[in-house]
């Protein structure tokens, strides 16, 4: 059983920067695949980035892309997502997934077997 507990979120102002961590325990190994969702209040789920980390591949959801970057340490099974010039509209409760699979299913959110609790980060102008 794998199991997904997300720390690092808060409260910071526009333009600022956060780190969310996504720490694994049981069995996870290079054939995985990891992502960052997020839920804003009132919206949908959404998909913000994952990572192939056998092929080291990752893809980022347009609103993010430039500001944000998924990764990977091998060394103690926690993947990350360095979150940079922060906007309102990145204010949600972070959600971490995995999947047993080389391939990401893209952000296909039921396919993801593994999900983690969340971390709320809140960002003001």
């Known amino acids: 059983q794998v199991h997904l507990v997300e720390s690092g979120g808060g409260s910071v102002q526009t333009g600022g920067s956060l780190r969310l961590s996504c720490a694994t325990s049981?069995?996870?190994?290079?054939?995985?695949?990891l992502g960052w969702f997020r839920q804003a209040p009132g919206k949908e789920r959404e998909g913000v980035a994952y990572?192939?980390?056998?092929?080291?591949?990752?893809i980022y959801a347009d609103s993010v892309k430039g500001r944000f970057t998924i990764s990977k340490d091998n060394a103690n099974n926690t993947h990350y997502l360095q979150m940079n010039s922060l906007k309102p509209e990145d204010t949600a409760m972070y959600y971490c997934?995995?999947?047993?699979?080389?391939?990401?299913?893209?952000?296909?959110?039921?396919?993801?077997?593994?999900w983690g609790q969340g971390t709320q980060v809140t960002v003001s102008s």
């Open positions: 997934a995995a999947r047993a699979s080389l391939l990401c299913p893209s952000f296909r959110q039921y396919e993801y077997n593994y």
């Open positions: 990572i192939e980390t056998y092929f080291g591949s990752t």
């Open positions: 049981g069995y996870i190994d290079s054939r995985y695949c």
